[in-house]
């Protein structure tokens, strides 16, 4: 997939004046932001940066605890997210008495830069065209707090101006799927298979490295965009030639029991996905945030069902004549398709060999992780609620001209 040509370009102005997608990476009133960022923070950035770091450093114990590794990657590669949001809760709440000298100026110049209408937003977007990153925008800098997430070796904060930085919004599903390809090793196909979703969530994700398969992007900034645009981007990409039949069967059988509409062929199903578009377009629901939670929890239930059946080791029946394999080069062990293994600790263990008491126990484990994740897709679709009636708010506020129009009249009628 081809990267859009806009990405990288400087400031783009027809954004100008456009709504702020969630956590889009761009500066609103550039202006004010500069000379706040210039009278309150250039003078202490060193300072900055150390009561940064020392936020960071009293978190990363605790972090480390919580999630000790993520898709086999140690601590802290891959997690930029919940470093991000950690930081940004903890900085709600530190104790001036435990810093140091420095880190104590850097907060409260920090505190007084908020006070004085500086900007600070959690943002997510394309770093140097190589990364997903998650970082922040303060005033018109870029404040990266989990900078050693992609390259451990790297100090753990960085702190930049913001238009040095090379961070960029995504622009549309190409956009997407190339830095997906790129910093996820993930092949990206047009979602032709599950055609109801598709206007939602236009693409099919496998990863090289595991094989496994998963519906993207349900996140609240791409989703944010193909409703702004009237499923427009989504539709553009869904446009492309039919997904690879490999692919396409790979999902349809391991969904195959699921309540989802499936396509029967990947044209069939490009079709449908297109069809839909216009569909939804025509319904308006773009605008109707209730139909987004529905969309979230329905592709939440579908990339379950997928990694459940990649855990399991099922194996994608062979289509005739295709060169490419994407099952998963660590699935040799899984020829006994019948026998059912669990691995703990680098050990596997066959389920039907285990004494009771270690089938209750792992029956118990199952069941909490099972609640773990019925919570956090809770949370998900109670935190895109709130955006996506956020959002729904700023858009029905007045601007700053209607307001003047508005106190003229009213001191006439005065």
Known sequence: MAASNRRGQGLNTDRLFKPLLPNEPRIRNRAIQAALTERHLLPVLGELEAWLLSVRNALDPALERLQPTKHGKPYPLGQCLEIALAVQKRLQAVEASKLSKDACVGQKAFSAFRRAGGAFRQVWGDLRGQYFQNAFQLGTLYVDVSND??????????????????????????????????????????????????PHCPLIHVSKAGGRVKVHSGNQYMLALTHTGRFEPSEAVLRGAPMSAEVFERVRHALKNSKHLLASTPEQGRLQALRHCHLYRTKRWHLQPQRTLKVIESVQDANLQLAHWHHRGARMPEVSNTP???????????????????????????????????????????????????????????????????????????????????????????
Request: zero cysteines; charged letters at 25%.
């Open 149 to 198: 997430t992609v390259v451990p070796t790297k100090p753990k904060v960085e702190i930049l101006p913001f238009e040095q930085a090379g961070f960029h919004p995504i622009n549309d599903y190409a956009h997407f799927g190339l830095i997906a390809s790129r910093y996820w090793q993930d092949e990206v196909y047009p979602n032709h298979v599950l055609p109801a979703l598709a």
């Open 324 to 414: 490419n394999d994407h099952t998963h080069p660590h699935n040799h062990h899984l020829e006994k398709p019948h026998m059912a293994t669990i691995k703990i600790d680098d050990r596997e263990y066959d389920i039907d060999k285990l004494p009771p008491e270690a089938k209750q126990q792992l029956e118990m484990v199952v069941a909490t992780e099972n609640k773990l994740r019925e919570l956090q897709r809770d949370t998900l679709i109670t935190q895109t609620a709130r955006n996506a009636y956020l959002a729904a708010l700023k858009a029905a506020l007045p601007t700053p001209m209607e307001e003047t129009l508005a106190m003229g009249e009213t001191l006439k009628l005065g």
